[in-house]
Nanobody
């Protein structure tokens, strides 16, 4: 059983930065592709960024140039550095792992295990 635990959320002013972390346990991490999603109140869960086991990355257009996803396989951890935050980035952020070996899915249905989420609030 895979367990994912996110941390690093909080309240930040517009233009500020946060770094979210997701620690995985229970299964080999280095061979899995990972994704970050977010869900704002009343909205569907949306893809933010993903990273392949090889280090290749994918970003949603809304965060491209502002967010950077990375991973440290030795620590079983995936990160997302969020810069130039905007009020519209306010959401609960989730990390997830997928069993697809060659792609990073951009829809929630492509992922098998999820963390509990961490709240990010950006004030204007």
């Amino acid at each position: 059983q895979v367990q994912l635990v996110e941390s690093g959320g909080g309240l930040v002013q517009a233009g500020g930065s946060l770094r979210l972390s997701c620690v995985a346990s229970g299964r080999t991490f280095s061979g899995n592709n990972m994704g970050w999603f977010r869900q704002a109140p009343g909205k569907e869960r949306e893809f933010v960024a993903g990273i392949m086991w090889s280090g290749g990355t994918v970003y949603a257009d809304s965060v491209k140039g502002r967010f950077t996803i990375s991973r440290d396989n030795a620590k079983n951890t995936v990160y997302v550095q969020m810069n130039s935050l905007k009020p519209e980035d306010t959401a609960v952020y989730y990390c997830a792992t997928t069993s697809y070996p060659a792609i990073v899915p951009t829809t929630p249905e492509g992922y098998d295990h999820w963390g509990q989420g961490t709240q990010v609030t950006v004030s204007s």
